[in-house]
């Protein structure tokens, strides 16, 4: 079993910045990668940023150069990082972690509700 321990959101106001933090425990062995997704209202979930095991990046056109993703790995717990700056309105959304293995299912966190608004 792997538990995912989300944390880092809230309200900021337009141009601000937050930090997501995503904290995988558990039997986390092999870990492909690991990743931020987010689902807007009345919108289908998107991926925002991901992270490879390698450390390559992805991310989503409307986050390039205001998201950055990052990750490490101390006492056998992964943790997956989202550095949000210039937030803007439509960043509103919930964010869920995701962490994917090569031999395992993929694990889900709970959410964690991101607003943007003045």
């Known amino acids: 079993q792997v538990q995912l321990v989300e944390s880092g959101g809230g309200l900021v106001q337009p141009g601000g910045s937050l930090r997501l933090s995503c904290a995988a425990s558990?039997?986390?062995?092999?870990?492909?990668?690991m990743g931020w997704y987010r689902q807007g209202p009345g919108k289908e979930r998107e991926l925002v940023a991901g992270?490879?095991?390698?450390?390559?990046?992805?991310?989503t056109d409307s986050v390039k150069g205001r998201f950055t993703i990052s990750r490490d790995n101390v006492k056998n717990t992964n943790t997956v990082y989202l550095q949000m700056n210039s937030l803007k309105p439509e960043d509103t959304a919930v964010y869920y972690c995701?962490?994917?293995?090569?031999?395992?299912?993929?694990?889900w966190g709970q959410g964690i509700q991101v607003t943007v608004s003045s």
């Open positions: 558990g039997s986390i062995l092999a870990v492909k990668a």
């Open positions: 995701k962490i994917g293995f090569y031999y395992s299912q993929d694990y």
């Open positions: 992270i490879l095991a390698g450390g390559s990046s992805y991310y």
